[in-house]
């Protein structure tokens, strides 16, 4: 009968809760961890359904049989057919290693009470399953709070472990919803170092290079920490005088995410939680950042991403576009870059425009006014924030004369 059906598990389970060969009983869970998979299979179904009949006595009976389940891949297959729980796992601690090793490495990540979620999750991890380990875990977030630290651990423990073809199979499914929500829920716990939240997240940028996410904590870690940001920066350029090279693709997926994240982050160093910039701490960022820069050579292209920084702190009440603390450094460190990467970046907000075609250069000229009587006001104390306003006004007023030229030409019925 067992050759002939074509889902032997369910004909086990049938058999077990059905007690439908209890003479034969012994010589069917015999073939428990057998090679034979249909045979196997049967004896699995047999002990899932004989256990709803007759519960933990049964399971217990037939454990402290002597001339039964001799091998640690019996008990183990036995015991995987049991549910899910402590009841199970207080009952597989009694047997030998061999035997908790083969139930850890082969039971699926999934619990039957919500209550014994942690302490598989222990398991899995202790066994290396740590992505079935995170798996579990995120399930867990519908129902309860595991706490902050063990979230980061199966973070932290599972992008060090391989993902292979089993676990492509078991959790890759669902891999994307369960780490965004298990970063979501560290994120804001406000319980958690940031920096460690943020190199979890940089390690896990190569399997969201399909996604879309938010990675706010790298943001504020790279305000933070200047070797973060030179870190970037080394990622996404080559040094001063290094010949390109072929690299491997986790290299260029790197070097397109990290210019991706210095082309996303908003938060100026510096910034204090009520959106002011403490310009000590600014200055202290930006001098050993471009320490850094200069010790890994890149510090002009590394300029160019500080200026495009500064251009996010807001204006000062007087709605000067350049806050006094940007124009202060901007004074202290002068460096040509940093103003060329403010004025790049200052430029490109703009945007689109809309505008009447037969206009002309009109809103241009008002902005490059705009600039003028701001730098002329700051030409005695701050020079070169004057400079750079002078700058971006040349820039406008550029684009006011070519915008000028098409609208002669459309008049033109051009």
């Known amino acids: 009968m067992i050759e002939a059906v074509e889902q032997p598990w369910i004909l086990g389970w049938v058999l077990g809760r059905g007690k439908l060969v209890e003479a034969e009983e012994n010589q069917l869970l015999n073939e428990l961890g057998s090679s034979d998979g249909k045979r196997c299979q049967t004896a699995g179904g047999y002990v899932a359904g004989r256990f709803l009949e007759d519960g933990w006595e049964w399971v217990d009976e037939r454990l402290g049989t002597n001339d039964l389940l001799h091998t640690s891949t019996q008990r183990a297959d036995f015991l995987l057919n049991l549910p899910c729980r402590t009841e199970t796992w207080d009952r597989l601690e009694q047997c030998d290693h061999d035997t908790q090793v083969f139930y850890w490495t082969q039971v699926p990540p999934r619990v039957d009470n919500d209550t014994d979620s942690l302490r598989a999750v222990e398991q899995l991890l202790a066994y290396d399953r740590a992505w079935q380990a995170l798996d579990l875990l995120a399930c867990t977030l519908e129902k309860g709070s595991p706490g902050t630290e063990i979230v980061l651990n199966v973070l932290e423990q599972a992008i060090r472990t391989p993902i292979n073809p089993s676990i492509e199979r078991t959790v890759a499914t669902f891999l994307y919803d369960d780490i965004s929500r298990l970063l979501d829920y560290v994120s804001q716990s406000g319980e958690v ?48 005088g290094e010949e390109p090279g072929e690299g491997d693709e986790q290299k260029r997926f790197l070097a397109k995410q990290a210019h991706a994240l210095l082309h996303s982050a908003r938060v100026v160093p510096g910034t204090q939680g009520d959106g002011t910039i403490d310009s000590t701490q600014l200055l202290e960022w930006a001098h050993e950042a471009r320490r850094l820069l200069t010790d890994c050579r890149r510090l002009k292209i590394g300029d160019e991403w500080i200026g495009h920084l500064l251009h996010h702190a807001k204006p000062d ?34 945007g689109a425009q809309w505008r009447n075609p037969l206009a002309g250069g009109h809103q241009e000229r008002q902005m490059a006014e705009q600039y003028r009587l701001q730098a002329q006001s700051f030409q005695f104390l701050w020079p070169r924030t004057a400079e750079v306003l002078k700058g971006l006004a040349q820039g406008y007023e550029a684009q006011a004369r070519f915008n000028d030229c098409k609208a002669d030409l459309r008049q033109d019925g051009w």
């Open 193 to 240: 170092d940031e920096g460690r939240l943020a190199r979890i997240e940089w390690v896990l940028l190569l399997l969201f290079r399909h996604e879309q996410r938010s990675f706010n904590i790298l943001h504020r870690q790279l305000a933070r920490d200047p070797a973060f940001f030179v870190d970037l920066v080394s990622a996404a350029y080559r040094a001063s």
């Open 317 to 350: 009440n007087d709605g000067v576009l350049l806050p006094e603390v940007i124009r202060d450094l901007l004074e202290t460190v002068s460096s040509e870059e940093i103003e060329l990467g403010l004025v790049i970046a200052i430029s490109n907000e703009r």
